[in-house]
């Protein structure tokens, strides 16, 4: 029996990146030899085995046949004649194909050193495209490694398998869950869009998102650098979300934001209403359709319903401003809505020229659902009690109070600081 670390642990650690995971390969082993050196079975599709006292997992090497479309249709052969460079060959790319035995020597069969060096994402062998989870993986490998010194492209042949097998029909095989869970954990890269430009590079994206796909060749509005189109804009709000280090739901808030420009007359735009009702119903339809959690889902539909309020919200009626906030549950979830705001946020700072363009709008929202959450809901509910129907009208009016309170006290505010200026 011998033991070799491999895959991502082994290719992390020549990066000098900290290395999370560690997984194993056991060579020249059976099942019952690792049950009886006391490793805990938990393999579903083939052995893999958990050690006895770190927990960590180790699978006995084995090849594999393509036997079905997607990447489930595998039938999996282990036993103590598998070599290491079988198991070895049937991985995606060469930087992942490379392993480590106890005395630290590295081997390398298919040049995985060498394309670390040049930063290039290559596969291994034929086999990749039998599984395309692969070109998911890939594309987030990309948005991972996107930073110098270590900004990896995908090589001119990889991208050519991954278009044929798009063209194949592999990628329709995906279940959505699966889709789900690898753009879940792109977007949660370094710089996502990298994930989408290989994506897009190889026809998948048009397959997997062709809602996002379509806002590619789509110029945006006049007062917002119409040189540039929908989906570069789109592209710089999500890695300007990512660079903030924001959460998963403000990241596909940012991702899907603007999806019914793709789909409505440009003309409708200018106040934003033409577009956003379309955009709510493509961001329902994606999440239904990829199974994305609720706490996503409802964030990336308020955000595409109401980032163009977010930006109006200076001009707005203090009546409009409290709708906003009932119509988005800022009262019984006011940190949700704050993470709203900051996917609005992010809808102005991803533009070209507007970095260091003060947005006052998310600071003031901030405070007016502070103003509105003061009102004491409860005591007004009791002062109504004989004529119950009458509550949320009055609710709705101490808290429209509230915010005219607080719009008085701000303008107070810079009368007095213009007028300090002065002096």
């Not at 990749?128 to 991972?144: G, H, N, Q, T």
């Not at 735009?269 to 199974?291: F, K, N, T």
């Amino acid at each position: 029996m011998k033991i070799y670390e491999v895959g991502g642990a082994v290719r992390d650690r020549l990066l000098g990146l900290a290395v999370q995971d560690h997984d194993y390969v056991v060579v020249g082993s059976t099942p019952e030899q690792m049950l009886a050196a006391g490793f805990q079975p938990v393999g579903k599709d083939f052995p893999v085995f958990l050690h006895p006292k770190t927990h960590e997992e180790y699978a006995l090497a084995r090849t594999e046949r393509k036997t079905a479309a997607g990447y489930k249709g595998f039938v999996f052969h282990t036993d103590a004649e598998v070599t290491l460079e079988q198991d070895l060959i049937r991985r995606d790319l060469t930087v992942n194909a490379m392993a480590r035995d106890s005395d630290g020597h590295i081997i390398d069969p298919f040049g995985g050193q060498q394309d670390l060096q040049a930063g290039v994402f290559r596969h291994v062998s034929a086999a990749f495209s039998e599984d395309p989870v692969r070109i998911l993986r890939v594309a987030r490998f990309a948005a991972r490694f996107s930073q110098p010194p270590r900004v990896f492209q995908v090589a001119a042949e990889t991208n050519a398998l991954m278009r044929t097998m798009v063209d194949a029909g592999e990628v329709d095989a995906l279940v959505p869950e699966r889709v789900w869970q690898e753009i879940a954990r792109g977007l949660m890269e370094a710089v996502p869009s990298r994930m989408f430009a290989v994506l897009r590079e190889c026809g998948a994206l048009q397959r997997l998102l062709p809602e996002l796909d379509v806002l590619w060749g789509v110029p945006q509005p006049p007062q917002h650098h119409p040189e540039i189109d929908t989906g570069v804009h789109v592209m710089l709000v999500v890695d300007y979300a990512a660079q903030q280090g924001y959460t998963l739901p403000v990241r596909l808030a940012a991702l899907l934001h603007d999806l019914g420009k793709g789909q409505t007359d440009p003309a409708l735009w200018p106040r934003h209403h033409g577009h956003e009702a379309r955009s709510v119903e493509l961001v329902q339809a994606i999440c239904q359709r990829l199974r994305v959690p609720g706490d996503c889902r409802d964030l990336a539909v308020m955000t595409a319903r109401d980032h163009g309020n977010v930006g109006r919200a200076l001009e707005m009626r203090s009546a409009s401003l409290v709708d906003l906030l009932m119509r988005n549950d800022a009262f019984r979830k006011p940190e949700r809505f704050l993470e709203f705001l900051l996917a609005a946020e992010c809808d102005h700072f991803g533009r070209t020229g507007f970095e260091q363009v003060p947005f006052p709008q998310t600071d003031f929202l901030r405070a007016v659902l502070q103003a509105a959450r003061q009102v004491n809901a409860g005591a007004i509910a009791a002062q109504c009690a004989e004529h119950p129907a009458q509550i949320p009208e009055a609710v709705r009016s101490a808290r429209i109070a509230a915010v005219r309170a607080l719009r008085a006290e701000l303008a107070d505010g810079a009368e007095s600081a213009e007028a300090t200026e002065k002096k």
